[in-house]
């Protein structure tokens, strides 16, 4: 079985001038929401688990969260342009690819819209929009990464901070 951990950075700062959109950092209610939300999967997943994330500072910031709930060194992180750049259904096989089929339980952390449709894509019940911090886990009867199909997934959980804390 492969599990697919979808997790929406956390809030950041608004948009200023004189900083990028890549550039944004977390808000200080944003790390705090991260953290609850990080112990609260972790209740859930005990498993070896692949960390991946979006370069862009807000989302490496809620990984690096997540990351220390799990007990996970921060150089064991997978950055990926991808998750930035041209996330979507159609480059989700690239970017597990870079997995592995040896690790069978990979946590992403990116952006909306794409995090949502995919999520969507990916769920054969289909899935809610992902709020700021929520955690979306979908599993797949599958031996490899290759293997995955839409609409196969089943929604494991849909964790949404307004409703979990």
């Not at 979808?6 to 959109?21: M, N, P, Q, T």
């Not at 970017?95 to 909306?112: A, P, S, W, Y």
């Not at 979908?138 to 959980?157: D, P």
């Amino acid at each position: 079985m492969k599990k697919i951990i979808l997790v929406r950075h956390g809030k950041a700062e608004e948009a200023a001038s004189g900083i990028s959109d890549f550039e944004r950092s977390l808000t200080l209610k944003g790390k705090i929401i991260s953290r609850l939300m990080a112990r609260k999967l972790r209740e859930t997943e005990k498993d070896q688990i692949v960390f991946v994330t979006s370069p862009a500072f807000r989302a490496f910031e809620t990984a690096l969260v997540f990351a220390t709930e799990f007990g996970i060194e921060a150089e064991k992180i997978i950055i990926s342009s991808d998750l930035y750049y041209r996330m979507s259904a159609k480059y989700l096989p690239e970017i597990l690819n870079k997995v592995g089929d040896q690790n069978d339980t990979v946590i992403m952390f990116g952006h909306n819209p794409s995090f949502s449709e995919i999520a969507a894509a990916l769920c054969n019940e289909g899935c809610d929009f992902m709020s700021k911090s929520g955690v979306v886990g979908i599993s797949f009867e599958a031996a490899s990464w290759n293997e995955l199909q839409l609409k196969k997934g089943r929604l494991e959980y849909d964790l949404k901070p307004e409703r979990v804390l």
